[in-house]
């Protein structure tokens, strides 16, 4: 049997011409998988083609007073290529309805280039999934230095205690520390090409870390540019699992 979404539904809401919103009864949380091969879409685009597929979907969606069209909330931009294994959305329906009609009503609509992993649903009153994300893990194939060179530099960047950056920000150059964003790095493969696995954090005040300035950063220990051949965002890591 299903779990159910734990609270008591809320009011109803009256808008013009007495129109009258359904309540919210139920979240799902999706698993959800980009292939690299995916058409290049930004972070709005993206927002844009799941909102059609709910449309298509046939769910009993939930829509917020003065929103005509229904509600998916990424737990984290989706960048405009990357492919991506384990990414988290959650959306929200007016009635109780069983996993097997969730997974057939979003399947038959995926956007192109995307794949459906997992729905299970989710306490309604839980804070907001954009909120509860702490951290990304990814895998970076990269060329441009050994792959023993790279384990020592990997090491020498978490003993650092600062790691001084600068990124483009609103047509400016910020300077900032990326040690407080980086929780690990480690060489998984030593290649040819090098892989990488890094966990980034995600912090309210300082923003997010970046796997390309984790790379840059290990390209300026080992004293040459390092290139990117893929990167995979593996998962994003919710604040009761991290580990």
Do not use: C, N
């Amino acid at each position: 049997m299903d779990a159910r979404s734990e609270t008591a539904p809320g009011p109803t809401t009256e808008g013009p011409a007495d129109e009258v919103t359904a309540p919210a009864r139920q979240r799902w949380r999706l698993v959800l998988g980009r292939s690299a091969d995916a058409p290049e879409l930004g972070s709005r685009e993206a927002v844009d083609a799941w909102e059609t597929t709910l449309e298509a979907s046939g769910l009993p969606l939930f829509r917020a007073p003065g929103r005509a069209r229904p509600r998916i909330a990424f737990g984290a931009p989706i960048p405009s290529r990357l492919e991506l294994e384990h990414e988290l959305a959650d959306i929200v329906l007016t009635e109780f309805v069983p996993t097997w009609r969730v997974r057939e009503g979003l399947a038959e609509h995926l956007p192109a280039g995307w794949q459906l992993a997992d729905v299970y649903d989710v306490w309604l009153g839980s804070p907001a999934l954009a909120g509860q994300v702490v951290a990304a893990d990814y895998r970076i194939q990269v060329a441009g230095a050994d792959g023993a060179v790279l384990v020592a530099a990997a090491a020498r960047l978490l003993d650092a205690t600062e790691l001084p950056r600068e990124r483009l920000k609103g047509g400016s150059t910020v300077r900032y520390d990326l040690r407080p964003l980086l929780a690990d790095v480690t060489v998984v493969d030593d290649g040819p090409p090098a892989v990488l696995r890094t966990r980034t954090r995600f912090d309210p005040v300082l923003g997010t870390g970046r796997p390309e300035e984790v790379v840059a950063a290990l390209g300026d220990l080992v004293g040459s540019s390092l290139v990117v051949a893929s990167l995979v965002r593996e998962r994003l890591i919710t604040g009761d699992e991290q580990g």
